[in-house]
T-cell receptor, first 110, second 116 residues
Framework: SQQGEEDPQALSIQEGENATMNCSYK?????LQWYRQNSGRGLVHLIL?????REKHSGRLRVTLDTSKKSSSLLITASRAADTASYFC??????????FGQGTRLTINP | NAGVTQTPKFRVLKTGQSMTLLCAQD?????MYWYRQDPGMGLRLIHY???????AKGEVPDGYNVSRLKKQNFLLGLESAAPSQTSVYFC???????????????FGSGTQLSVL
């Protein structure tokens, strides 16, 4: 079963705008991770936020985590054409299995 | 340092044929994973391994077998391929335990498999 569910499934914005993607999950977590996938490529790790953290920044990325609502959001500020990709949230089930959501397909229009 | 390498990159099989996908990592990672990715389905875990000589089932293990005879290699086998196994297959690995980057996965570039 899918642990993380991303919303929206697809997002199209103009270059320079901010992009926000949301992820909901079902069970308690130790951490939540976000990955990016460019077309035809493998996934690349972006950022990890632990259950005792509420917000984390990395460059133009800002991730928030609300464990009471079992949700997370990924904000990409000042978007660029190169940010066009699919974005996935992932959580660990048990001690070893990383389970992914279905992803948000982000398109940045020039 | 190549990271995670998958071979082959593309393959076309006929129904009933068998094949093995190879995943190799040079990062001395304990954990290795096989996922399949289908349109609109995200990534689904097929099998995984927490160390040399160990394997475990994921969400969608039926029709697949795996082996981890060496720490750096994780093989995914299809004994009798079916059209439903047409997909993109990704291998990934990570370190054991909790650390600043120990829980993130490193992915290969994928194998596109078509079963006719």
């Amino acid at each position: 079963s899918q642990q993380g569910e991303e919303d929206p499934q697809a997002l199209s914005i103009q270059e320079g705008e901010n992009a926000t993607m949301n992820c909901s999950y079902k069970t308690s977590i130790n951490n939540l991770q976000w990955y990016r996938q460019n077309s035809g490529r493998g996934l690349v790790h972006l950022i990890l936020i632990r259950s005792n953290e509420r917000e984390k920044h990395s460059g133009r990325l800002r991730v928030t985590l609300d464990t009471s609502k079992k949700s997370s959001s990924l904000l990409i500020t000042a978007s660029r054409a190169a940010d066009t990709a699919s974005y996935f949230c992932a959580t660990i089930q048990g001690a070893q299995k990383l389970v992914f959501g279905q992803g948000t397909r982000l398109t940045i229009n020039p | 340092n190549a990271g995670v390498t998958q071979t082959p990159k593309f393959r076309v099989l006929k129904t009933g044929q068998s094949m093995t996908l190879l995943c190799a990592q040079d990062m001395n990672h304990e954990y290795m994973y096989w996922y399949r990715q289908d349109p609109g389905m995200g990534l689904r875990l097929i099998h995984y391994s927490v160390g040399e000589g160990t394997t475990a089932k994921g969400e969608v293990p039926d029709g697949y077998n795996v082996s981890r005879l060496k720490k750096q290699n994780f093989l995914l086998g299809l004994e009798s391929a079916a059209p439903s196994q047409t997909s993109v297959y990704f291998c990934a690995s990570r370190r054991q335990g909790v650390s600043s980057d120990g829980e993130k996965l490193f992915f290969g570039s994928g194998t596109q498999l078509s079963v006719l």
